[in-house]
């Protein structure tokens, strides 16, 4: 009897295809089952009610089956039956089918649509914003930005040019200076303005280095070109700029009363006082020819905080009363008379300004700079 069991068993699990299923095991016992109760059913007379009837005991009957052969000795270990696999789809080039793994489906291998069915059986959570999903991918990107950003600043610097260097590099009196390299040509080749004939304006907010590039421009203009090209009047009211250049053999002079006067200002008055000297100096150049007005040194006016002067003299004006009130006005209008009058005119006489904008309502136009 037991050779008899054996050999049923040998012939449900071929060797030539390894160990035999569960399923195919139930599905060979179901079909074997159904026939006969199929017929035992309608020969009692039971119609489609026995049909029924015999399917069920068939499935029965074969799970009893399967189960039983399973605990049989000498029969090779069988799995279990998962019946989710008759209803499981499979992709078959491109035709989704039901039933397609009812043959060879190994229940102990995870399915791809296991873990959409989990993923629909989840509790739907707050809507997510794609913006800050799109920013939760990728700190890494924005970290790396910024990272990127500093290492620029930090190992890209461009070396600048020394004031020694650029002297060494102008050719002398030629009434043009360098006054650094170029931020947007390629290379970044120094950047030369061109002193003859135009007023300089430096242009900028407070504490941004304007006094210091107006200092740079000061020391390169002295340092290549002689005082017979090129003369310097310092009209500075705080003494700050103006000091560095108080022993230069290019400072101006102008004879008052048969008295020479340096053209060196250090307070407000000074520089109302030598701004009248200045425009002096520009009237007698009309008197002369072209001929000789080429022959004479470019007379370059430092001007410093011609505004806060401005505003100086005109609080003046609203805190005094009589006479003085009188005077502040009058020097008032004597100190935007004198800077308009070089502004307007000076060109033609080599008279020059190296200032800030002359008025805050004025609009940003430059000569060289």
């Known amino acids: 009897m037991m050779k008899e069991h054996d050999d049923a068993a040998q012939k449900l699990v071929p060797e030539s295809h390894g160990k035999m299923t569960s399923s195919e095991i139930m599905i060979v016992v179901a079909f074997a089952l159904a026939v006969p109760l199929i017929l035992i059913t309608q020969l009692l007379g039971l119609g489609l009610p026995g049909l029924v009837i015999g399917g069920i005991l068939a499935a029965v009957l074969a799970g009893g089956g399967t189960s039983a052969l399973r605990h049989m000795p000498g029969l090779p270990e069988i799995p279990s039956f998962d019946w989710s696999v008759l209803f499981a789809p499979v992709t078959i080039e491109g035709d989704t089918l039901l039933l397609g793994r009812v043959v060879d489906a190994d229940p102990a291998q995870p399915r791809q649509d296991d873990n959409l069915d989990t993923q629909d059986e989840q509790e739907p959570g707050p809507a997510r914003d794609p913006v800050q999903d799109t920013a939760d991918k990728a700190p890494t990107d924005v970290d790396a930005l910024f990272q990127t950003a500093q290492n620029t600043a930090e190992d890209a610097t461009m070396p600048r040019l020394g004031l020694n260097d650029i002297v060494r590099h102008t050719e002398r009196n030629r009434y043009r200076v360098c006054i650094g390299r170029s ?37 390169l203009i ?29 400072l101006a002079e102008v004879m008052v009363n048969d008295q020479p006067v340096v053209l060196h200002a250090k307070n407000r008055d000074q520089v109302l006082t030598y701004l009248r000297y200045v425009v002096a100096v520009m ?24 505004l806060a002067l401005k505003d100086y003299f005109k609080r003046l004006i609203d805190a005094l009363s009589g006479e003085a009130k009188e005077q502040a006005k009058k020097n008032y209008a004597q100190l935007v008379y004198y800077v308009s009058e070089i502004a307007r005119r000076g060109l033609k006489v080599k008279v020059q300004l190296l200032s800030w904008p002359l008025d805050s309502h004025e609009p940003i136009c430059y000569g060289a700079m």
Do not use: C
């Open 283 to 306: 009237d007698e150049r009309y008197t002369l020819s072209e001929e000789e007005v080429e022959q004479e040194p470019i007379l370059l006016v430092y001007l410093e905080e011609f």
């Open 183 to 219: 931020l947007t040509k390629r290379g970044n080749p120094p950047v030369w303005i061109n002193l003859y004939g135009q007023h300089l304006k430096l242009i900028g907010a407070s504490q941004y280095g304007k006094s210091s590039l107006a200092a740079a421009i000061l020391y």
């Open 222 to 250: 002295t340092r290549t070109h002689t005082p017979s090209h090129v003369l310097i009047a310092l009209l500075d009211m705080e003494h700050k700029t103006s000091k560095l250049f108080a022993d230069i053999p290019h």
